[in-house]
């Protein structure tokens, strides 16, 4: 069936010209980070489809309709109204849309809101949200990250009979930012996802069928689970939703519900990274047997009905430009694995760390921009939009002979860069991929990165089974609401101009910060 478009757009940013020559000075002068480079000069940034997305009418709206008060602000409420319908009812959408941008004055509404106590989900509400606080703003998902690991190793450092140490995550695929905010906080990561991810997808299965290949593997996390000694330091199943690090591939909701069993079986609370849980939940319903007939909200409350927390950045699937958040289930597993009072002494980090509850490092208007995100997200237009813009990118660009990995993710299309030099004879310490990206930004202002060698750091693995699990990719990342098909057609025959030249593509050197953690934000290069 056709997808007829799901929005027009309104604002129009346009670009500045400049020169290859031009560039090139730029990149030596930011020592060819591509993070580093200013965005201004860019005409196609596919750099990241976080805190990217165009903002849409209803949430300049609900902005408006926003304060910046210090103690519970409105925006508190509505995203808190959001997390609830959004993750637990299927999107009622009563009180944002209803009473708030409707500026309705009657005090029943507010009051209704105001004074009902809640518990039992991921929000506590009412005086409960001061007594057994379950949900914690923060500005962004790596916060919510830190205060999640940071808050759990004290608790077991403080109380080692609770978990033989070090304690361990079980993920699909961790992020860099989860990565390095477990790893910090002393946590032992194990990476188990599906085998395949690199495996061939027929284009003509693009858009029929998927494989899901961000699953979890299961069985072999059931088998580092069945010894007794990993069991008992296992803190934590973290489901990375869709799975970021795997190409940004989806999860199956089977392979949630496994999980979830796994994780109940041991005892262990089952986390979700849920960055992009609405577009796991368009694949769900597309492409698994027996969703085609749900409603999209009703997927992503039966997804999260397995979960017994999650962090969020609201960057991505909250359509935010700035925003995250943690949240469990009042009285689940974690809550009682963990000591009962992990609320309070999360809470207490947060408002060291962030601010306030009401606001954790947030604005009142990014709160209700968030808040009305969450809903929009949602809309099967607009997911069916997004799903079928990225997949057109990849058609594109395997149309024209480059390797793209397939089926592609939800946020992202990553090429394949195994292929792309596979005659070239290039060793994975060149940093071959980072010169492509380099070359990519130079000649046609178009930015991408490289998730391979260099940014998951190669060289510093000293395990051949560490090194087998590093995949060779570049990333395309497709920013929410911004591109259209003129991005789509111009990025990728230029690729394809590039991969006919790729023999004389350079490797990349690092001239600075190779030891540092998460280097790719802050390394130097050279070509
Ligand atoms: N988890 C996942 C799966 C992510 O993709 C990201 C960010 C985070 C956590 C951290 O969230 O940026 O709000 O602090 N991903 C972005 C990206 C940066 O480009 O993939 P954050």
Redesign the pocket.
């Known amino acids: 069936p056709l997808t007829p478009p799901a929005h027009n757009v309104l604002v129009v940013h346009p670009h500045i010209s400049i020169t290859p020559e031009e560039r090139e000075a730029v990149l030596r002068s930011v020592e060819y980070n591509v993070f580093a480079f200013p965005a201004a000069l860019v005409s196609c940034d596919f750099l ?3 805190g990217t997305s165009a903002v849409t009418d209803v949430q300049w709206a609900a902005m408006v309709r926003g304060d910046e008060s210090y103690g519970r602000n409105s925006g508190y409420y509505c995203l808190l109204d959001a997390f609830r319908d959004v993750f637990e009812r299927g999107d009622k959408q009563e009180y944002l849309f209803r009473d708030v941008l409707a500026g309705t004055t009657d005090s029943s509404f507010y009051l209704n809101k105001f004074l009902k106590p809640r518990s039992g989900g991921f929000v506590n509400g009412g005086r409960m949200q001061l007594i057994r606080p379950n949900f914690f703003i923060v500005p ?3 916060c919510a ?1 830190f205060l999640l690991f940071s808050t759990l190793a004290n608790i077991l450092e403080a109380n080692r009979s609770a978990l033989a140490w070090p304690p361990v995550i079980i993920s699909n695929g961790f ?1 860099d ?2 990565n390095a905010n477990a790893s910090v906080a002393g946590f032992e990561l194990h990476t188990f996802l599906q085998p395949g991810l690199t495996e061939l997808f027929p284009i003509e299965k693009v858009g029929v069928e998927n494989p899901f290949r961000g699953n979890l593997d299961v069985a072999a996390a059931s088998a580092f689970l069945s010894n007794p000694e990993n069991a008992k330091r296992t803190a934590l199943i973290l489901l ?1 939703i869709t799975n ?1 690090w795997a190409a940004g591939q989806p999860v199956s909701m089977a392979n949630i519900k496994a999980t979830a069993a796994l994780a109940c079986q041991h005892g262990i609370p089952l986390f979700f ?1 849920a ?1 992009r849980f609405a577009e796991n939940a368009a694949f769900v319903q597309v492409f698994e047997p027996g969703y085609s007939h749900m409603p999209i909200p009703q997927i992503v409350v039966d997804m999260f009905a397995h979960a017994d927390g999650f962090t969020i ?1 609201l ?2 699937d909250g359509l935010a430009n700035m925003g ?1 958040a943690l949240c469990f289930r009042d009285e689940g597993v974690f809550a009682s694995r963990f000591t009962a009072d992990i609320g309070i002494h999360l809470k207490e980090r947060q408002i060291i760390c962030y601010g306030n509850d009401s606001y954790g490092g947030m604005s009142g208007r990014d709160l209700m921009a968030a808040a009305a995100g969450l809903y929009q997200v949602t809309q099967e237009a607009y997911l069916r939009n997004r799903i079928r813009q990225v997949q057109g990118f990849a058609q594109r660009l395997v149309e024209k002979g480059v390797p793209v990995l397939l089926p592609p993710g939800g946020s992202a299309v990553f090429l394949d860069m195994d292929v792309f030099f596979a005659d070239c004879g290039r060793s994975y310490d060149e940093f071959a991929s980072v010169g492509f990206t380099l070359e990519l930004l130079r000649d046609y202002g178009i930015r991408s990165v490289e998730a391979g060698p260099f940014g998951w750091e190669w060289d510093k693995k000293t395990s051949a089974k560490e090194r087998d699990l590093i995949p060779n990719l570049v990333r395309l ?1 497709v920013p929410r609401n911004v591109m259209t098909d003129v991005h789509f057609e111009y990025t990728a025959a230029a690729i394809s101009q590039l991969y006919r030249r790729r023999h004389t593509i350079p490797g990349a050197r690092i001239t600075r910060g190779a030891e540092l953690r998460i280097r790719h934000f802050q390394s130097g290069l050279e070509p």
Request: aromatic content about 6%; some cysteine; charged content about 30%.
């Open positions: 990241s489809d976080s962004q998902g790596r990250e992020f930012t989860t990375t970021n990274d960055c950045s960057k991505k995250g990342a």
